[in-house]
């Protein structure tokens, strides 16, 4: 099949403004990822008291899986929680034997309301150890993004992944 999808650059812009006893005292900040020629992007009604699986990443994406992603070509990853007022627990799965199995380990963060979480590479991207708090530097493949919502009321998440 020939593709009628031609790549494009994707610019992200991240931008503090802030006056602090009359300095500014913001910044801004541009990340380039050129060649990109697939976006994952959706909002996500995550139900209360549950957890909702927002992305897969796999060396083969074959296995029909809709929120399954190529764990080699996703080059950027955002999750956003669109609520006004509740916050949600992101967790990111990792998968330490590499071998895209399911998740073996997890490492989760409050995500506020309004607030984003950005993250480049899935692949040897992220490393968990509980072990004496020690620092990490042997990355392993992320298997998945999952959201928990710990109050009985939905929350709106949107998500947005960029690949080459």
């Given at each position: 099949?020939?593709?009628?999808?031609t790549n494009a650059t994707l610019t992200v812009t991240l931008k503090e403004?802030?006056?602090?006893?009359?300095?500014?005292?913001?910044?801004?900040?541009?990340?380039?990822?050129?060649n990109v020629d697939e976006i994952f992007k959706r909002i996500v009604t995550c139900p209360g008291?549950?957890?909702?699986?927002?992305?897969h990443f796999h060396s083969s994406v074959a296995d029909g899986t809709l929120s399954a992603l190529d764990i080699d070509d996703v080059k950027y990853i955002r999750v956003t929680n669109k609520d006004n007022s509740q916050s949600c627990?992101?967790?990111?799965?990792?998968?330490?034997?590499?071998d895209d199995s399911s998740a073996d380990e997890s490492?989760?963060?409050l995500l506020e309301a309004g607030k984003?979480?950005?993250?480049?590479?899935p692949n040897d991207g992220i490393g968990i150890s509980d072990a004496n708090a020690?620092?990490?530097?042997d990355l392993v493949d992320l298997e998945s993004i999952v959201i928990f919502t710990s109050s009985s009321d939905a929350v709106d998440?949107?998500?947005?992944?960029?690949?080459?």
């Open positions: 099949m020939a593709t009628t999808i403004s802030i006056t602090l006893n009359g300095a500014n005292m913001g910044g801004t900040n541009t990340l380039t990822i050129a008291n549950s957890e909702t699986t927002l992305a627990v992101l967790s990111l799965q990792s998968d330490v034997g590499e490492a989760s963060l984003s979480f950005i993250m480049g590479v020690n620092l990490v530097t998440v949107e998500v947005f992944i960029a690949s080459t």
